[in-house]
């Protein structure tokens, strides 16, 4: 098993910088179209748990929700231990690492679940906390209501987020600037055409959707330049080949599993850091020192939804 975690490691690390060689390119050539650097779907994990669950309660019924629950837990518990290491370590791996790099290892829960429950391996755990079986109809009620009342709340905020600031959002009517845009989008590998709509509810440029079908650029109310728009949309498209939208959703399943852990809130936050810094990170490594001041004013943290 210790060689088995060996090859995946090295697999992973390997990826990433393929990954990171796939973006290098973007300084002289351009992506082919629907090319995502992503190290894995963010989705894979929820839907891949969703599915199992549903399999198991269409073919075993209620005698699998012991199972059911005593896997999800014993998942919470360890992305609950991951997330709080990783938070300590965190100071230390944003000194010497990049951006983007932080911003992946948020992700590793996905990698570990699949290598190792799903592979198969029977795994010895360090410790056994043993509960008396009578609490589990206690327990398991008490955390999915949890969870599932996070989960419907946050899409719930999204969709209404979402519906709030495109009504209130018109197209852009610059057609310079639309052209500049899908320029630059076919460029990044970018599929279908992203409309681009400004609004005076924002006061930062954000991409929102988790797919590209569904995908809008917002753009505040205001004047920007040439050279400030190619940055603001380099980010964007950074935030597009990364899938960091559905990196967040992504997140906000993590939070609502360990809905009662403090610390997995915090990483959820931690985390949308990490995507914005490693997008600005990407932009300003290719600019100069003029541009990149001017960038850097227009690029602090702009929000993703």
Request: proline content about 5%.
């Amino acid at each position: 098993m210790n060689l088995y975690g060996l090859i995946i490691g090295i697999a992973t690390v390997l990826a990433f910088y393929n990954r990171r060689r796939l973006e290098d390119k973007l300084k002289y050539d351009r992506l082919k179209p629907g090319q995502k650097t992503c190290l894995f779907e963010p989705l894979l994990l929820p839907f891949s748990l969703l599915l199992a669950t549903l399999i198991l309660l269409l073919f075993s019924g209620v005698n699998a929700l012991e199972l059911i629950t005593g896997r999800l837990i014993q998942f919470l518990i360890q992305i609950s231990i991951y997330y709080s290491f990783l938070l300590l370590l965190l100071p230390l791996l944003r000194r010497t690492i990049s951006a983007l790099a932080c911003g992946m290892l948020w992700l590793a829960p996905s990698v570990l679940y699949f290598f190792i429950y799903l592979y198969g391996q029977e795994v010895r755990p360090l410790f056994v906390i043993t509960l008396p079986r009578g609490y589990l109809p206690i327990i398991a009620p008490v955390w999915f209501g949890g969870f599932a009342i996070i989960m419907l709340c946050q899409l719930i905020s999204h969709l209404r987020f979402r519906r709030s600031l495109l009504q209130n959002a018109d197209p852009l009517q610059d057609e310079d600037t639309i052209s500049r845009w899908q320029s630059e989008a076919r460029r990044h590998g970018v599929k279908r055409e992203i409309p681009i709509l400004v609004s005076t509810a924002i006061s930062t440029p954000l991409t929102i959707g988790c797919f590209e079908a569904t995908m809008r650029l917002v753009l505040p109310a205001q004047d920007y330049s040439p050279e400030e728009l190619a940055m603001i949309f380099q980010h964007e498209l950074r935030h597009i080949l990364r899938c960091d939208a559905r990196v967040k959703f992504f997140m906000n399943f993590c939070t609502a599993l360990c809905w009662f852990n403090p610390l997995t809130w915090l990483a959820r936050r931690k985390t949308a850091d990490d995507l914005e810094l490693s997008c600005d990170e990407a932009v300003l490594a290719g600019a100069n020192r003029q541009s990149a001041s001017m960038a850097a004013f227009y690029l602090v943290l702009p929000s993703l939804s």
